[in-house]
């Protein structure tokens, strides 16, 4: 698989890489031998780059992963973890202290002595300002405790002040066919300066699979039932934001172009993956076997002109008046 590098970091991964949100909770349940059955299928198709959160089913992403690890040794696998969502979401829990304590049970979850990024998970904005936030990360860097830190976002804006910040290695950030914001400002400040960009929500929560339509039904555990109007949690977490009937009419008007050699779920990461700027991408995964087709969308070649302009076009017709300016 093609690597990219994390500058900041001193690190390269293959460019797709696995969310590992599924395999904790919000998403329907994954029993625990599905799990392994996805880190299993994604690493052995070339997938380095793994991304969890000490939020995802408590720990249960976390502690899945290091058991794989363990089985796994000499695996040359980065994984990233995220941090801060355990708690209530003020500005004043970002301490020192907290971030000991929680990157203590990340290390514990993990099975590892030093986390390989660890990244603030959507912190309030006001985070983004505050200084003896970013002093209190280059402490734990000090401390051996993780090796880079990143943060996770929810809007352009909040990206831009992160790449301001020396110390920061990534970015992650929803970016996909129907969420393009990013593409103006964010990917070419990072480039400039040398972070990294994760791109998250890939497949907008599988809307961009192609395999969704109006009779759909989601479980009472996914989030795609519980916070579809963002009752839970930031509505752009969600089908990315976009209204779910007129997502479905942007996978329709694409769907023309994927052809028989590809499915639109690796035609939407192959979309990703030819931005300049974009470090690798997290698409999540239920069982093995999608696992395999997400990491498969590294082999295919760029999209043609043409696929690009439809992309842009569909974009613009049909969602940029929804998303564009919100996120």
């Not at 690597?3 to 029993?31: E, Y």
């Not at 249960?60 to 979401?89: C, D, N, W, Y």
């Amino acid at each position: 698989m093609e690597q990219r590098s994390f500058d900041r970091l001193g690190r390269q991964v293959g460019i797709v890489g696995l969310g590992a949100w599924q395999l904790g909770a919000d998403w329907g349940q994954v029993s625990e031998d599905a799990a392994m059955a996805v880190l299993a299928a994604a690493v052995d198709a070339g997938v380095t780059f793994l991304d969890t959160a000490d939020v995802y089913g408590d720990g249960r992403s976390e502690q899945l992963i290091g058991r794989f690890l363990r089985e796994r040794p000499g695996h040359g696998l980065t994984v990233a973890t995220k941090m801060g969502r355990r708690v209530a979401q003020t500005p004043q829990a970002y301490t020192l202290d907290n971030f000991r304590a929680w990157t203590d049970r990340s290390r514990a979850n993990l099975g590892v002595d030093t986390l390989d990024l660890v990244q603030l998970h959507c912190p309030p904005t006001a985070v983004f300002a505050d200084d003896r936030v970013f002093d209190a990360l280059d402490t734990l860097v000090a401390e051996q405790r993780i090796a880079g830190y990143g943060v996770s976002v929810e809007t352009c804006d909040q990206a831009l002040a992160a790449i301001g910040r020396p110390g920061v290695a990534s970015v992650q950030i929803i970016l996909n066919a129907v969420r393009h914001k990013p593409l103006e400002r964010v990917l070419p400040t990072a480039a400039a300066a040398g972070v990294g960009i994760i791109a998250r929500v890939p497949l907008a929560s599988g809307l961009l699979s192609g395999r969704y339509d109006e009779h759909t039904t989601f479980p009472a555990d996914d989030h795609r039932t519980f916070n579809r109007h963002g009752e839970s949690f930031d509505v752009g977490e969600t089908f990315s934001g976009v209204d779910y009937d007129l997502g479905l009419a942007a996978v329709r008007r694409l769907a023309p172009l994927v052809g028989e050699d590809r499915t639109m779920a690796q035609f939407a990461l192959r979309w990703i993956l030819d931005q300049p700027g974009v470090t690798v991408v997290i698409p999540g995964a239920r069982d093995a076997d999608q696992a395999r087709r997400n990491a498969a969308a590294a082999d295919l070649p760029p999209l043609t002109d043409a696929e690009r302009a439809a992309v842009r076009q569909t974009y613009d017709e049909l969602i940029r008046p929804q998303v564009h300016d919100r996120w």
